[in-house]
């Protein structure tokens, strides 16, 4: 079945009537309507959302735009899927639809997202992977479409954005391998411009500082956030003539990389360094032994990502009273056994 045009003229009535029968008007008998239904079900008519679509000036779809790579994929621990899970939950209230914007590794983000919005494919959007400077910002404040982005940036304004809690997961880890003894602590960050690197290596810088150690830029290995960029950080560290006594990961499966390359070197993680991950990763249960990180919940971030979203939607704006439009969403230190033991002389 092609369109409304043929399903009228097999139950030989107006379109008018298979329109407002397909809609649930109130002004369409019931016996009328129950027949037209059946009939769309037999013969397999379905609307054409395009064309309600640029009637009613929406789409009913939101968009998540994500950075599509080989790293991305090959080293998925779910987290956007998690998130998407938290997302569709509350857009389903709504009955609105996700969709995923993948944008290539090899094309910039801004000219990709400039493209999405000329097309109109979507009501609002989700951007993530924000930069210390991140255009994309003031492309969709121009193009006045509500968005939200899932990560900070100095660009925006008063642009709505939830963000992990990077800075306070440097300082809680820094605060707990110093009262361990530990002085000389390197951490990763990422080899990108993405932002929540600048704000992870400037909250160690001063977390280290409120303890009276002086900032060391060759602790900070940079790296590509994977477990081949832990196997790298870990070569790094290893060939400092002043060896680090402990390392802060910024991505929590750099850690199985990691252990492979020290325990490669003889060195074991727990008891020659201490070892603390970011966030808690299925895949990183499983080192021995057990790496000490951090824990939230991803299904509730995408919760509250979908209504600070929707609070931005004039359609849905009233029933989100009070979203907080910039918010830093909060871990849990998880200890394990891979930073537990103390330095019995501090270096």
């Avoid at 950075?67 to 994929?73: G, I, K, L, W």
């Avoid at 391998?177 to 400037?202: C, K, M, Q, T, Y």
Wanted: contains cysteine; proline residues 5%; aromatic residues 6%.
């Amino acid at each position: 079945m092609k369109g409304i045009r043929q399903l009228a003229e097999h139950l030989d009535i107006s379109i008018g009537t298979v329109s407002r029968a397909l809609n649930g008007k109130p002004d369409v008998n019931e016996e009328t309507r129950k027949r037209v239904l059946a009939a769309a079900e037999q013969l397999g008519y379905v609307a054409n959302q395009s064309g309600r679509s640029l009637r009613q000036g929406t789409t009913n779809v939101i968009g998540l735009m994500i950075q599509s790579s080989r790293e991305t994929v090959e080293n998925s621990d779910n987290f956007f899927l998690t998130v998407t899970g938290g997302l569709q939950s509350v857009l389903l209230r709504h009955k609105l639809d996700l969709i995923m914007l993948p944008c290539p590794h090899d094309e910039d983000p801004y000219e990709y997202l400039k493209r999405m919005v000329a097309r109109r494919i979507v009501d609002a959007l989700i951007i993530s992977e924000t930069h210390r400077v991140d255009k994309r910002f003031d492309l969709l404040a121009k193009a006045k479409i509500p968005f939200v982005a899932l990560g900070r940036s100095l660009s925006g304004g008063n642009s709505s954005w939830i963000d992990l809690d990077f800075d306070g997961v440097v300082n809680s880890a820094v605060d707990r391998l110093v009262a361990h003894g530990h002085r000389r602590i390197a951490i990763s960050a990422p080899s990108s411009d993405i932002n929540l690197g600048f704000i992870f290596v400037e909250g160690y810088r001063r977390a280290l500082e409120r303890h009276g150690i002086a900032y060391d830029p060759a602790l900070v290995i940079r790296a590509k956030s994977s477990e081949q960029g832990g196997y790298q950080v870990a070569d790094e560290l290893l060939r400092l003539e002043d060896r680090p006594t402990a390392v802060i990961l910024i991505y929590e499966l750099m850690a199985i990389g990691l252990y492979r390359r020290v325990m490669e070197s003889g060195i074991i993680p727990g008891r020659d360094i201490a070892v603390v991950g970011f966030r808690e990763a299925p895949r990183a249960k499983f080192l021995q032994p057990p790496l000490t990180c951090f824990r939230t919940s991803l299904h509730d971030l995408g919760v509250e990502l979908a209504e600070i979203l929707l609070s931005n939607m004039p359609a849905y704006s009233q029933e989100y009273p009070g979203k907080a439009r910039q918010t830093v969403w909060p871990l849990e230190l998880i200890p394990g056994e891979s930073d537990a033991f103390r330095l019995t002389t501090k270096k």
